[in-house]
């Protein structure tokens, strides 16, 4: 079961999501990095990411784009940058700006979600995200 | 203010003259006269003097004397022309009075001429006219540059306020959505432990973070209408308006029953703005409808001269004639908060959006009858 990794800073939204994926019925295991330093750590499986069976690589990152240290954008940047790390990159931002959207499909990433204003939809959004890209979508690597 | 701009101030008033004669007394003669001008002298006593003092700075006016060894008054003046920073520098000839040598002079770009022997009065009256042009030219140059200064401020005063609003809808939204969320969460999780008082003040909170939300929302449409780019293209209106109802589960039945009444024609607008000025229309004719009524809505168009009028006809609860001219007001209401939930900028966002792609908007209205809200624009071909 592919685990995900979420790079989110503000703590609310974290345990939001947490709650919006149990009640999607999403039971990969998930890891969240608080910043963009410690998500390039997962990555890299360094610091205190550095046990692999407890932190196995992610198959699915949700990446904040407004992080502390490093930000969202240069996150996704260096992630594909690393050739062996072929994972989904899905953006979850409260940013609509048409900038943010177009440099992160520049740099890659697989979707741009925003963060709905109302916390009950994120269900939906969860809920979509187990059916396609934890269900149906496939990887090189598989 | 600007380096250029303080170094350019500390040579205003002080024009240039260059006076170019090979006689040294006749130099002397005009220096004499000139000197009463508010301008420096520059001294020039051949066509090649004259050319080297024109490299370091901008004169107000030469006077060049027609008759000189080696290079001549006209030579000198053929060479100054040739030059591009000297192309409009003023050039007045001394010459007797000779009509070949002033037709000549003419044609070589001389704006005037002064007859020897000089008379002192008319000397410094021409001369002085041309010294009194170049201060009013340089003034003129020098609000041009404060002009730009100004212009400069303003736009980066315009970023500043973009990355703030970028900020606002970051920063301040985010504590909304805990706000609402943990409520939320509270109801949902906490079912069957709470009284329905606290259920209800829950649900007091969840309503007023979103109503905040909405109105953060409505705030950036509106300062993004005042001063996004709005290109003018044609614009497919009805089909806008058919995917529009096809996308908000609000518009459709049961919730409400709209009705397009004649394909709509293409305008002359932006799709953007005209989105915004749909959505708030539609909108506003969804909510403000007598309570437990269904909201109908009939959307129809009529041919003005050149131009369309797309009206939105509901069967509201009516504006009263008194309050019609001031809806579109900025936050202006007419209808108590309490009854009708609401932002008071979207129709001035509707009206500004108009207005910034050429066109009116205007109402027909009475209380318990419904209103017409009406948008007009140049009808594409």
């Not at chain 1, 990433?109 to 059916?131: F, M, T, W």
């Not at chain 2, 009406?374 to 009808?379: A, F, G, S």
Request: hydrophobic share 45%; aromatic share 8%; charged share 25%.
């Amino acid at each position: 079961m592919k685990t995900i990794l979420l790079v989110e800073d503000e703590e609310d939204d974290v345990f939001f999501l947490q709650q919006a994926f149990r009640k999607a019925g999403i039971l990969n295991p998930m890891h969240v990095a608080s910043d963009g330093q410690q998500a390039i750590d997962y990555f890299k499986g360094a610091g205190k990411f550095a046990n692999r069976t407890e932190f196995p690589p992610p198959g699915l990152v949700l990446l904040d784009l407004k992080l502390p240290y490093v930000m969202g954008l240069d996150v996704l940047k260096w992630v594909r940058q690393q050739p062996e790390l072929p994972v989904v990159v899905i953006i979850l931002s409260s940013s609509s700006e048409l900038a943010d959207i177009k440099t992160a499909y520049r740099l890659g990433a697989n979707a741009y979600l925003v963060k709905p204003p109302d916390v009950s939809k994120l269900v939906e959004v969860a809920k979509s995200i187990k059916d396609f890209w934890l269900t149906h979508n496939v990887l090189p690597a598989e | 203010m600007s380096l250029r701009l303080r170094a350019f101030m500390g040579a205003e008033g002080t024009a240039n003259i260059l006076i170019v004669d090979d006689r040294p007394e006749q130099l002397l003669a005009m220096q004499v006269v000139l000197a009463d001008l508010p301008a420096n002298i520059v001294r020039a006593e051949s066509g090649k003097e004259a050319l080297r003092q024109l490299l370091h700075q901008e004169f107000a006016v030469i006077l060049l004397d027609v008759k000189m060894p080696i290079m001549d008054g006209f030579e000198t003046a053929a060479l100054i022309r040739q030059r591009p920073a000297c192309q409009d520098t003023p050039i007045i000839f001394v010459t007797a009075y000779d009509l070949e040598d002033l037709a000549r002079s003419y044609a070589l770009g001389a704006v005037d001429y002064i007859q020897t022997p000089i008379v002192p009065e008319i000397l410094r009256t021409k001369v002085g006219v041309f010294v009194d042009l170049f201060t009013k030219a340089q003034k003129i140059k020098q609000q041009a540059q404060q002009l730009q200064e100004h212009v400069q401020e303003l736009t980066e005063l315009n970023r500043e306020l973009e990355a703030f609003s970028y900020s606002i809808s970051h920063d301040m939204r985010a504590p909304l959505r805990s706000m609402q969320g943990f409520a939320q969460h509270l109801i949902d999780e906490y079912n069957g432990k709470l009284d329905e008082h606290a259920v209800s003040r829950l649900q007091r909170i969840c309503r007023s973070a979103i109503r905040l939300d909405n109105l953060i929302q409505d705030v950036l449409s509106y300062q993004k209408i005042l001063r996004a780019e709005a290109p003018k293209d044609h614009v497919d209106l009805d089909r806008l308006v058919r995917d529009m109802i096809q996308t908000y589960p609000d518009w459709q039945p049961p919730k409400a029953h709209i009705q397009i009444e004649n394909a709509l024609p293409s305008v002359i607008g932006n799709e953007a703005f005209l989105t915004q000025c749909v959505s708030s229309l539609v909108g506003n004719a969804i909510k403000f409808v007598p309570p437990g009524a269904l909201p109908e809505i009939k959307i129809g168009s009529e041919l003005i001269g050149s131009q369309v009028r797309v009206s939105f006809q509901d069967n509201g609860i009516g504006i009263a004639p008194e309050d019609q001219s001031r809806i579109f007001r900025l936050f202006e209401r007419v209808s108590p908060a309490t009854q009708y939930e609401g932002t008071g900028i979207g129709l001035t966002i509707v009206r500004k959006a108009v207005q910034r792609m050429g066109g009116q908007v205007g109402l027909q209205s009475e209380p318990g009858k419904g209103s017409r809200f009406w948008i007009q624009l140049e009808k594409a071909d």
